[in-house]
């Protein structure tokens, strides 16, 4: 088990910033990908971002490219996602994930992919 914490949610008006973190217990992040889904009301979780173990190679969701940024710091187990320049259509629950068993630069995108998720942040971007 890998046990995933995510904090940082909260109620934004459009046009803000927030930022998510993700600590991590047990192994160290060298050992996995780490990555960021969400999932919106009435609508399937996707994709938003991802770094690879060796923290060199990133990717994100096409809706997400320009605005968002993840980093992680190793020496505190943390993955973050900063995110900027938020819409409405950001509003949902985000989820961080940990991928094991793959390269060190890969940076896998699907839900399946992962083996431990977090419980979830409630973000929530007003108009």
């Known amino acids: 088990q890998v046990p995933l914490v995510e904090s940082g949610g909260g109620l934004v008006q459009a046009g803000g910033s927030l930022r998510l973190s993700c600590a991590a217990s047990?192994?160290?992040?060298?050992?996995?990908?780490m990555g960021w889904f969400r999932q919106a009301p009435g609508k399937e979780r996707e994709f938003v971002a991802v770094i690879s173990r060796s923290g060199s190679t990133t990717s994100y969701g096409d809706s997400v490219k320009g605005r968002f940024t993840i980093a992680i710091n190793n020496a505190k187990n943390t993955v973050y996602l900063q995110m900027n320049s938020l819409k409405p259509e950001d509003t949902a629950v985000y989820y961080c994930?940990?991928?094991?068993?793959?390269?060190?630069?890969?940076?896998?995108?699907?839900?399946?992919?992962?083996?431990?998720w977090g419980q979830g942040t409630q973000v929530t971007v007003s108009s």
């Open positions: 994930a940990a991928a094991l068993g793959y390269g060190l630069e890969s940076v896998p995108s699907l839900q399946y992919q992962y083996a431990y």
């Open positions: 047990g192994r160290t992040f060298n050992s996995y990908a």
